[in-house]
């Protein structure tokens, strides 16, 4: 596999006059491919550790997790989305930091019967950060910085420092804080936890997630860099859920994948709220990542489902994989 087929930097940092033109040094909000770049990979070296298992029930690490209906959600069901929790809640407007974030989320009723159906849940991975620090007993920065660290990511970070903010794309107003977001993660619930969760967080670039992503197929030919072939074996394939493309913090190919109808059905994928996006296709030994900062516009508008998926098909067909 070459390195780099294509890459491309389009437009500015943002609308003032004077913004910075975008270029391969750009640091964007990743938002929720956090999810998979730091919170399934690290839950998938804890396999790899013999620390957990994706059988273990969610109570034998949450005091506050009882009740009938909750005792057989796994570690896998959140990895899953279908724990029973519900996709969202301002938790950010009550008072109360990561121990009563984790409380709240631990006695919500569930919506639906654990394993009947995926609803794709930030509190659901909000809750499995906070079991991978608890495992740790480390915080997530500081376990995706030993991560990064041991194979040579730079530019992939949580709480990016201040000396990266003049190449930072900004993420647009935000009213709550009162402030234009530059270095400073998008999403309230992220922002109430100190900037460092399980579901958001992330700053990178796009060498960063691409070199992320190379090692991530090598690991699924045997590598064993960042996790085994036999764990990421497991979390890369379909749950069987019924109506779900998810498999274990990822999803997978289907016609309406915003990775287009060319990739293969071994994909596996990500997108993030801020307008980013990561598809990797081992039968292709191919991978696109896709960095914007979308949310700059204060426009709302559905331009970003549509690009996504034609990104993908001409890239792929520029790529001569392809008809």
Known sequence: ?????????????????????????????????????????????????????????????????????????????????????QAHLPLFQEQGERDAFKEKISRLPLEYTPRTMSVYSDLGFILLGFLVEDLAKESLDHQLRNMTESCGIDDLRYLPPDSWKTRTAPTGENSLRGRRLVGEVHDDNGWALGGVAGHTGLFGSTPAVG?????????????????????????????????????????????????????????????????????????????IVCLTNRVHDPIDNNAMQTFRPALHDTALRASGLID
Not at 3 to 20: K, M, V
Not at 56 to 62: E, H
Not at 217 to 226: V, Y
Not at 239 to 264: E, V, Y
């Open 1 to 85: 596999m070459k390195e780099t087929l294509w890459r491309g930097a389009f437009g500015h940092l943002s609308y003032d006059p004077q913004a910075a033109a975008a270029d391969h040094h750009t640091i964007f909000d990743l938002a929720s491919l956090t999810k998979v770049i730091a919170t399934t990979t690290l839950s998938m070296r804890h396999i790899d550790a013999g620390r957990w298992t994706l059988t273990d029930p969610i109570d034998q690490y949450v005091n506050g997790w009882r009740g009938s209906d909750r005792e057989v959600v796994t570690i896998a069901d959140l990895l899953a989305h279908s724990s029973g929790l």
């Open 211 to 287: 070199r992320f992503a190379r090692i991530l197929m090598s690991d699924l030919r045997g590598s064993e860099i960042l996790v085994s072939s036999t764990t990421l074996q497991a979390f890369t394939r379909g749950t069987g859920i019924p109506n779900s493309s998810r498999a274990l913090g990822w999803d997978t190919m289907l016609p309406t994948s915003s990775c287009g109808h060319s990739f293969s059905k071994s994909a596996i994928g990500h997108t993030g709220f801020t307008g980013t996006s990561l598809w990797i296709d081992p039968e292709l030994d191919l991978y």
